[in-house]
């Protein structure tokens, strides 16, 4: 399917890995240009987009949690690729503790998480809008977590951030629906990514070490108790539901908030 992306600009944040680059690169295999934003990291996979799909790309350092670095990220990027057209925001960060109970956590281990995934998320979006108004186009998708839907105990502070994040991505989606922009959140389940493995090894290192699996062993255990598909997805499939709803082929979706989670979160 031809999702109509070739020619157009896409800024990935948290670009450089899981599931940031590999929306990046599905981006880059539909055509267009790519702006790799990442805390560092960020050019080597640039370079490799470039050679491996002959695309524009540029790997930008930036700290979503300070305004100005994201308004430095922005005029680089326009300088190299031209204007936005579609903004991915992916970058997020976990306390790296176990939460249950949640007073194994201190009110320190908040700050930073809610720093960079919500005030963070709000500096890409404010930054990011007013080019995509002046067009009177443009998508965003957030990246999310079912963790913000269930009020995960595994890490309450990135839990409660995913949940500010959803919440944001709604409020931008009903002001700038009248602007032609579209706005929407993905949520992945159980991804292996680097993050979500600090946040299970945690978990995992809590358990009685005479009645302890290897982390790996333990995981596919837990992965085929709670999912119904029975597997972890992958930041392959995450991109696709990113890259499908940043494109026209999506015209008339906007304000929602999918999960791909092979299951685990069912609404009725």
Known sequence: MDLELNGRTAIVTG?????GLATARLFAAEGARVAIWDLAGAENPA????GEFGVEA???AVDVAEEESVATALARTAGELGAPDHLVHAAAIGSGKFGFPFTN???SDWERVLRVNVVGTA???HVVAPTLVGRSAGTMVFVASVAGQIGSQTDPPYSASKAANINFAQCLAKDLAPRGIRVNTVCPGMVQT???RSVWQAWHDQTDPSARLTYEAWSDLKI???VPLGRWQTPEAVADMIVFLSSPRAAHVTGQTINVDGGFVMHW
């Open 123 to 125: 500096n890409v979006a």
């Open 58 to 60: 540029v790997g930008v």
């Open 15 to 19: 670009g450089a890995s899981g599931i």
């Open 194 to 196: 680097p993050l979500n």
């Open 47 to 50: 370079e490799a987009i470039r």
């Open 224 to 226: 085929r108790a709670v």
């Open 105 to 107: 956590l201190r009110p």
